[in-house]
């Protein structure tokens, strides 16, 4: 069973940075590919990024490339998400995930089974 806790987020306004940390226990983390999910008011969760068990392979939604960046420590057992030149439209609650299977990211949502309590990040303009 794996946990995870986020922390980081707040309140920002457009233009600034935040970074996002998940921590994880419980687990064998350096065995799970990790991802970034948020969900705004209203919109259905969607994903931000994934990152794969040893950081060799990314993947961003294209909303965030180039201002988002997904990285981990495994000796920390920590995925960070840094985010530069917020915008509006990016305020929702954060959420890191692990899938069920080891080394794998689906693209499956329902295929994520652990999940954080979620980290608010608010922009103004």
């Known amino acids: 069973q794996v946990q995870l806790v986020e922390s980081g987020g707040g309140l920002v306004q457009a233009g600034g940075s935040l970074r996002l940390s998940c921590a994880a226990s419980?687990?064998?983390?350096?065995?799970?590919?990790m991802g970034w999910f948020r969900q705004a008011p209203g919109k259905e969760r969607e994903f931000v990024a994934t990152?794969?068990?040893?950081?060799?392979?990314?993947y961003y939604v294209d909303s965030v490339k180039g201002r988002f960046t997904i990285s981990r420590d495994n000796a920390k057992n920590t995925v960070y998400l840094r985010m530069n030149n917020l915008k509006p439209e990016d305020t929702a609650v954060y959420y890191c995930?692990?899938?069920?299977?080891?080394?794998?990211?689906?693209?499956?949502?329902?295929?994520?089974?652990?999940w954080g309590q979620g980290t608010q990040v608010t922009v103004s303009s």
């Open positions: 990152i794969s068990w040893n950081g060799g392979s990314i």
């Open positions: 995930a692990a899938p069920k299977d080891f080394y794998s990211r689906p693209q499956n949502q329902n295929q994520w089974i652990y």
């Open positions: 419980g687990g064998t983390f350096t065995r799970y590919g």
